[in-house]
């Protein structure tokens, strides 16, 4: 005979004969149930992860992995502070910079945060250059008072490459009719998309002298660094700020962006609990299960026992036929749920260009596109999540089933 034999009579029970049909339609739509939750549970933190990764590439793409300011306006001896950084081996490239509010003038007014950049320097910190549209950072040279914008401020000042754009910093000067903003014309020699809307609606970007004379500052703003692990931020920064004293503040981008990658990685795990809540539900309906099958097999049961067999087997066949039906599901649900993840930003387009709709619209998110990121230790968390509480779920019932007193269930056979 094959053994064993609890698992024998599990398998035999899950072809049911014409009779019990309709407990093979309860199996079915157990399997049913916990295939559509890990569906649901693979598929949401997939997005959740797609979020989380696209947020901090494409941000950390635009902003740098730490910055050195001065406690004022500009830094204090900058270039010495420059050399420190770069001394530092997990520092890979940094660069100096000023950033002043702005009020640019087009065919249309729009407010946006200017950056004054080296463009030698720049591509070793950030990677907006990859991302230009037209032209590139090589033509921000000292004097030329060229600018370069994000593709959607562009649209809203109603330019493009080759017009001129006016430019107000908040720094009024005293002249005879009065104080006046610090004004100045710009050349448009580029645009940008970072696929971000705080930066391609938000940043422009001159060269750092024009940013100084603009601003009357004597030295740039800050400093900003690329580390070799983005990860390893704070450490780095505490031994820079050894390092550079108490007249410089070192900020990483975990403290720059506190407020959103902990709302980003907060959302995950508030949807995993959620998710996690649906399996459970679905899991219930196997303990409904394998409660109407144990009613149904009494009299098996009884046979069972009076041939010897112990209560303990008695759990274990009904345990095999409650984790055969969620492992079952877990493989579909796993197979079905990778799948989705793995084209679900393909699928969303087909969606959106059938029905000419649009699910992150790019004024409101900063990104407009649907991310999914598929990560096997989370396909292995759903799965043993699932897992265990298929077989919490068969406990009670083969525990009953245990229970069956031969005399009794036969007593009207």
């Known amino acids: 005979m094959f053994r064993p034999l609890e698992l024998f009579i599990g398998l035999r029970y899950t072809r049911a004969k014409r009779r019990n049909q309709f407990i093979s339609f309860i199996s079915a739509v157990s399997i049913t149930c916990i295939s559509i939750s890990v569906i649901a549970l693979i598929t949401v933190m997939s997005v959740m992860n797609g979020f989380d990764y696209q947020m901090k590439t494409r941000i950390l793409g635009g902003i740098s992995h730490a910055t050195i300011s001065g406690i004022g306006e500009s830094m204090p001896d900058w270039r010495n502070a420059l050399r420190i950084a770069h001394a530092d081996p997990h520092v890979k490239g940094a660069a100096p910079y000023v950033e002043i509010q702005g009020l640019l003038q087009g065919r249309a007014p729009s407010a946006a945060m200017v950056r004054g950049i080296d463009p030698k320097l720049e591509p070793a910190v950030v990677d907006i ?3 230009m549209v037209h032209g590139s950072l090589a033509a921000l040279t000292p004097g030329s008072w060229n600018i370069v914008l994000g593709q959607d401020l562009a649209n809203q000042l109603g330019v493009g490459v080759g017009d001129q754009v006016v430019m107000a910093v908040p720094e009024f000067r005293a002249t005879p009719f009065g104080g ?23 940043l422009a970007m001159v060269n750092m002298q024009d940013a100084e004379k603009l601003a009357s500052q004597s030295g740039p703003t800050g400093i900003r660094l690329k580390l070799d692990d983005l990860f390893n931020a704070r ?42 809540l649906i399996v459970l539900v679905a899991v219930i309906n196997l303990i409904s299960m394998l409660m109407m099958l144990v009613t149904d097999k009494q009299a098996d049961i ?49 969606i959106e260009h059938i029905f000419h709709v649009q699910f992150l619209s790019p004024d409101v998110y900063y990104i407009s596109e649907v991310p999914s990121r598929l990560e096997l230790g989370d396909v292995v968390w759903v799965s043993l999540v699932t897992f265990a509480f298929s077989l919490l779920a068969t406990l009670y019932p083969a525990w009953r089933a245990s229970r069956t007193q031969p005399a009794q269930a036969l007593r009207y056979e």
Do not use: C
């Not at 710009?186 to 998309?193: D, I, L, M, S």
């Not at 039906?325 to 993840?341: E, M, N, R, T």
């Open 129 to 131: 250059g990859k991302h």
């Open 180 to 202: 006046v903003p610090r004004m100045r014309g710009f050349h448009v020699v580029g645009t940008f998309t970072m696929g971000i809307e705080q930066f391609d609606s938000g």
């Open 235 to 276: 450490p780095v920064a505490r031994a820079l700020a050894n390092q550079l004293g108490q007249v410089y503040q070192v900020q990483t981008w975990e403290q720059t962006n506190t407020n959103l990658f902990s709302a980003i990685s907060m959302e995950k795990k508030v949807m995993g609990v959620i998710l996690s």
């Open 302 to 350: 009884a046979i069972l026992r009076t041939l010897g067999m112990t209560p303990r087997s008695v759990m274990g066949v009904f345990m095999v036929q409650g984790l055969l039906v969620g492992l079952v599901g877990i493989a579909i649900g796993v197979g079905l749920g990778s799948l989705l993840s793995w084209q679900l930003p393909g699928i969303v387009k087909v």
